[in-house]
C-alpha cells in the first residue's frame, strides 16, 4: 500500500470554479503535511502547509481529517495560473517526505 | 546561494557508464534529500543527508547508487554501470534542520536519460 494516494485527475474547469482536490495517507504517525505545485517538466514548488486546525491562504485552503487520514485541498475562483499537477505530501517521524503522485489540474478559459 | 542548484540539467549517457549528479544546496540548510522521478511517477525517496551523514539511505535502489556530501554543503549522487531503468529526473533538495515545520526547497533536477 502506498503511504499517499491521490485521485490522479486529470481535472478539467473552467476558470473561477472552486475545485478540491483529496490525499490519503496510511501512517497514523505522520505528523506534517503538506502541498506542493509541480509544473510541467519543472520541479516540485511548496504552495502550504497543513495545521490541524486548517489554513488558508488567499484562494487556497488546506484541510486536515486526522481520524480519516485525510487532506483536502481547495482552490476558489481559479485561474488559468493555477493549471498544474498538485502533489500530497506526509511526512513522518523522520525527516523523509512521502509525495502523492500528483493530481492534474487544467484550468479552461 | 539563492537555491538549491544542480548539475548538470540534462545528462544523456551509454548504458554501462558512470554518472555523477551534482547538487548544491541553499546555504545554511542542514538537511539534504535526494529524490527521482520518472516519467509519469510520483517522487522515489532516495537518500537523506544530515550534515555529512546519511542517517538514511534506505531508497537507494542498488549498491550501483552511492552518495556523498562533503562540508556539510555539496553533495554528489554517482550511480555506477548504469541501466536504462536509472532514467529519470533526479531531484535534490535541502530544508533546515525541521523539514517538517518548513517543507524542502527542490532544486530544478537532472534529467538523466540512458540509452
Redesign the interface.
Known amino acids: 500500500r502506498k503511504e499517499v494516494e491521490q485521485d490522479p485527475g486529470p481535472f478539467n474547469v473552467p476558470e473561477g470554479a472552486t475545485v478540491a482536490f483529496n490525499c490519503t495517507y496510511s501512517n497514523s504517525a505522520s ?2 503535511f ?1 502541498w ?1 505545485r509541480q509544473d510541467c517538466r ?5 504552495l502550504m ?1 497543513v495545521y490541524s486546525s486548517g489554513n488558508e491562504d488567499g484562494r487556497f485552503t488546506a484541510q486536515l481529517n486526522r481520524a480519516s487520514q485525510y487532506i483536502s485541498l481547495l482552490i476558489r475562483d481559479s485561474k488559468l495560473s493555477d493549471s498544474a499537477t498538485y ?1 500530497c ?1 506526509a ?1 513522518n517521524t ?9 493530481t492534474s489540474l487544467t484550468v479552461i478559459p | 546561494g539563492a537555491g538549491v542548484s544542480q548539475s548538470p540539467s540534462n545528462k544523456v549517457t551509454e548504458k554501462g557508464k558512470d554518472v555523477e549528479l551534482r547538487c548544491d544546496p541553499i546555504s545554511g540548510h542542514t538537511a539534504l534529500y535526494w529524490y527521482r522521478q520518472s516519467l509519469g511517477q510520483g517522487l522515489e525517496f532516495l537518500i537523506y543527508f544530515q550534515g555529512n551523514s546519511a542517517p538514511d539511505k534506505s531508497g537507494l535502489p542498488s549498491d550501483r547508487f552511492s552518495a556523498e556530501r562533503t562540508g556539510g554543503s555539496v553533495s554528489t549522487l554517482t550511480i555506477q554501470r548504469t541501466q536504462q531503468e536509472d532514467s529519470a529526473v533526479y531531484l535534490c533538495a535541502s530544508s533546515l534542520g525541521e523539514s517538517k515545520i518548513y517543507g524542502y526547497t527542490f532544486g530544478s533536477g537532472t534529467r538523466l536519460t540512458v540509452v
Open positions: 505528523q506534517s503538506f506542493y519543472k520541479e516540485p514548488k511548496l502547509s502533489l505530501v511526512a523522520g525527516n523523509q517526505f512521502y509525495f502523492g503522485t500528483g
